[in-house]
């Protein structure tokens, strides 16, 4: 079993900064990749930014210039640097571990969610 849990959230004025952390324990064998996901009231849950581990990254185009992903592949642990946030960014985010299981199949696991609200 693999444990997800985000750390990070809060509330911050428009303009300001967080840095969202989310680390990954237990029986991990290979990740192949871990993603930051956001969903605000009333929405799909969309994905942010993600890390492969060779390090390939992708972003949403709303947050391009503005989010870093980054990873620690020693401790399990990814990061996402929030610069320049807006109104719009308040969602939870949530991050998604996929945790390779061999050549042809892996698992995705969920953490609970961090809380990130941008005040105007």
């Known amino acids: 079993q693999v444990q997800v849990a985000e750390s990070g959230g809060g509330l911050v004025q428009a303009g300001g900064s967080l840095r969202l952390s989310c680390v990954a324990s237990?029986?991990?064998?290979?990740?192949?990749?871990m993603e930051w996901y956001r969903q605000a009231p009333g929405k799909q849950r969309d994905l942010v930014a993600l890390?492969?581990?060779?390090?390939?990254?992708n972003y949403a185009d709303s947050v391009k210039g503005r989010f870093t992903i980054s990873r620690d592949n020693a401790k399990n642990t990814v990061y996402l640097q929030m610069n320049s946030l807006k109104p719009e960014d308040t969602a939870v985010y949530y991050c998604?571990?996929?945790?390779?299981?061999?050549?042809?199949?892996?698992?995705?696991?969920w953490g609970q969610g961090t809380q990130v609200t941008v005040s105007s």
């Open positions: 890390i492969t581990s060779e390090d390939n990254t």
């Open positions: 237990g029986s991990i064998s290979s990740i192949h990749a």
């Open positions: 998604k571990v996929v945790v390779t299981i061999n050549r042809y199949a892996a698992h995705n696991y």
